[in-house]
């Protein structure tokens, strides 16, 4: 099995760019999360999809950020317009239904902001 | 609110020497508790999962153990190799899917 896939791996943009980040889960796996890790906060949940339809958002920071799931097999995060704080590093991650909640991460997408 | 502490935050080691990483958690009701690896510029590997008091999992040099407060990552004759940081989540009976991760221990086994 390939594993989470992420693109791009790195991302450099000015503040008021549109960014996208974009996810391809594990096949058969009904869980998509967003995630963003940085050194003061750790790993923060954003927001996760369940059969391709968004649960919880809660986690988003603010209107600017938006994600979506078009199919079981791919998903975007948008940050829309970005700004210096944003610089962070973004994981997906998947995960089967039910009994079977073990997250597994991919390889992150690492966002600077200038 | 479910609360994840890992002590400590860093942790050197010489190879060879066993130690122990600590998880404590607060959670209402736990489903399950994880443990990752993350290594620089890596997202973070699976390591185990732990579902009730008194379960233990072992890989390798790692044995993972659990309690109603707390869980441990002990590590037997540690390898450079073992160098990363390893992160505890809790999964909580009121939290559906989201996991709540500690600030991880940062673990360096010098030769």
Redesign the interface.
């Known amino acids: 099995d390939a594993g989470v896939i992420q693109s791009p791996r790195h991302e450099v943009t000015e503040m008021g760019q549109e960014v996208t980040l974009r996810c391809k889960p594990i096949s058969g796996h009904d869980y998509l999360f967003w995630y963003r890790q940085t050194m003061m906060r750790g790993l923060e949940l954003l927001i996760y999809f369940n059969n391709n339809v968004p649960i919880d958002d809660s986690g988003m920071p603010e209107d600017r950020f938006s994600a979506k799931m078009p199919n079981a097999s791919f998903s975007t995060l948008k940050i829309q317009p970005s700004e210096p704080r944003d610089s962070a590093v973004y994981f997906c991650a998947s995960s089967k239904r039910s009994g079977q909640e073990t997250q597994y991460f991919g390889p992150g997408t690492r966002l600077l902001v200038l | 609110e479910d609360q994840v502490t890992q002590s400590p935050e860093a942790l050197r080691l010489q190879e060879g020497e066993s130690s122990s990483l600590n998880c404590s958690y607060t959670v209402s009701g736990l489903?399950?508790l994880?443990w990752?690896r993350q290594d620089p510029?890596?997202?973070?590997?699976?390591l185990f999962?732990l579902y009730s008091a008194g379960e233990e999992k072992e890989k390798e040099r790692l044995k993972a153990t659990l309690t109603k407060k707390e869980s441990f990552l002990h590590i037997t004759a540690p390898k450079p190799e073992d160098s990363a940081t390893y992160?505890c989540?809790v999964?909580s009976s009121g939290s559906?899917?989201?996991?709540t991760?500690?600030?991880?221990t940062q673990l360096t086994v010098l030769p």
Do not use: D, H, N, W
Request: cysteine-free; proline content about 5%.
């Open positions: 489903r399950g994880f990752y510029g890596k997202g973070p590997e699976f999962t992160l989540a999964l559906a899917r989201q996991l991760f500690g600030s991880g």
